[in-house]
């Protein structure tokens, strides 16, 4: 139906052209009149038919312009639902390690303390699953700061970066069950405001220390950390290791003795002030903290992790986001009383 106005239009312009082309011609004057006429009526009736068919393809338009917006629509939420699968999955895959993971009892006051020790069985021996001696000296007895700083870039996205929260909070209680006074503090980091612009190292909305180093209680640290909100910007890593050396300084048990100090980076990029990484991670050893960098993809720059982290074998690496749940039975293998990790 659309083709055959098509073609009618395109005839009755050939016939407008024609009878135009005969009223041009020299003859009589009342068949020169006659011929204007025929042209004058072609030329409404063509223009009735263009119209139409102008018409009928806006209509034809709109319906195609209406059915791409539910195809995209039904794409949407198509991808919607495979984020929600992918969730879902990650959700199952880390209440699958938990099962492979015997957490230490409730101690006698009933408490569930994230600090809290170990239950001892008569024999007085540890229910508690412990790191061998060889590999801690003497785990439980010293106290341990464990600042965690996030990547909050946005290459890491939404969805990525509540998978880095889950994996905070299992890593977390694993080192609780393997020491007996350890406390917690959770950084994000993304961008920074350069002073010129008025703003100071305390005044950095996007280098923020989400919780406070000190001791939480299992459900207050899990409520915390699922509660900190993902940034999205830049990859400000030297700034953000500043803002972790202000958080052992303050800490009630800086300069402690049996006092070590733990942080537990996580990037999936390259620092955007790659050029101060390395003054900034020596500000760190030269308060005795001891670093480790998880790098995340293939986007990261390992020579910047190992700058951060100081020896090469605290560089840990994870293909992807959801194998970071495989990091988890090796992170605190490395945490040793006597501070030589």
């Avoid at 659309?2 to 073609?7: A, R, T």
């Avoid at 464990?146 to 889950?166: C, H, I, Q, W, Y």
């Avoid at 733990?262 to 620092?271: C, H, M, N, W």
């Amino acid at each position: 139906m659309y083709l055959s106005k098509v073609i009618f239009a395109m005839g009755l312009s050939v016939s407008i052209r024609y009878v135009s082309a005969q009223s041009d011609q020299p003859g009589d004057g009342e068949e020169t009149a006659q011929s204007k006429f025929d042209t004058l009526t072609l030329q409404a009736i063509a223009m009735s038919a263009i119209h139409e068919v102008t018409a009928d393809f806006e209509s034809r338009l709109n319906a195609t312009k209406l059915k791409l917006e539910r195809a995209l629509t039904e794409i949407q939420g198509l991808k919607n639902e495979n984020n929600i699968l992918a969730n879902g999955l990650s959700s199952l895959e880390i209440k699958l390690e938990k099962l492979n993971y015997q957490k230490p009892p409730n101690n006698t006051t009933g408490s569930t303390d994230i600090l809290a020790e170990p239950a001892t069985s008569a024999t007085g021996s540890s229910n508690a699953p412990k790191l061998d001696k060889a590999e801690t000296d003497q785990p439980g007895e010293c106290l341990v700061d464990v600042m965690f700083a996030l990547d909050g870039s946005g290459s890491v996205s939404p969805t990525n970066f509540e998978k880095v929260k889950r994996w905070v909070i299992d890593v977390a209680q694993r080192i609780s069950a393997s020491f007996s006074d350890v406390q917690f503090g959770v950084l994000q980091y993304s961008h920074y405001y350069i002073q010129e612009e008025g703003f100071e190292d305390n005044d950095q909305p996007y280098i923020r220390t989400e919780i406070r180093l000190g001791y939480h209680t299992e459900a207050e640290f899990e409520r915390s950390v699922s509660d900190i909100s993902f940034m999205g910007f830049t990859t400000f890593t030297a700034a953000a290791l500043r803002e972790v050396k202000n958080n052992f300084v303050n800490s009630r048990n800086f300069k402690k003795s049996g006092n070590v100090q733990v942080l537990i980076l996580l990037t999936d990029g390259r620092a955007t002030d790659r050029n101060d990484l390395d003054q900034s991670a020596q500000m760190l050893r030269d308060i005795d903290v001891i670093p480790f960098v998880v790098g995340v993809g293939e986007a990261v720059d390992v020579s910047e992790l190992k700058t951060i982290a100081g020896e090469d074998f605290r560089v840990l690496r994870s293909p992807d986001f959801l194998d970071l749940q495989k990091l988890n039975i090796n992170l605190e293998r490395y945490i040793t009383c006597d501070g030589s990790a």
